[in-house]
Each structure stands twice: as C-alpha cells, then as structure tokens.
C-alpha cells in the first residue's frame, strides 16, 4: 500500500536539465529514482506548502518563505571539495 502524499509540505528538486516535485501521484523515493536518472548533480528542497503552490524559481531555487535545502546530491559519487580545502603539490 503506498502512502498518502501530506497536504501541506512537498519536496522540489533540481539538476541542469530538468525538476520535479512531490506530489499525489509521485512520493520521495519516487522523485530520488528520476533525479538519479538525469545523471546530473542535483539539489533537493523541503518546500513547507502544499504541492499545488504556485512559486517562482530562480537558480533551480524556489522562491517562496520557509523553503530550506536538504542536500545536493551527485548520482555519480562525485565529491565537491571546495578550492580553499585542495592541497597544492
């Protein structure tokens, strides 16, 4: 039996070449599996609202109060490391 979708929250997320949302028809696992299939780095957001709220998005971001990032995630493995932490040599 697959769970219901809650009414009031979704998660957005975001590579280079599409995005998706949670919704009635597409739970959590569900978005993860497409994600991971664009073979893109992508990130993913809690987005407080229901799935139906109109948002604008900028940057891959959404634009609307109480949206928080969850993690960006490469479906490669990459890993990031950020220029001040490589070790020159």
Known sequence: MKAKHPDNCHFYAACLTTWATTNEKRSLPELLRL?????FPYTLWFVPHPPETKY???????QIEGAVPVGHYDPRGRTYTRKSERKLG
């Open 35 to 39: 994600m991971n299939r664009e073979a």
């Open 56 to 62: 604008d998005i900028r940057m891959y971001a959404p």
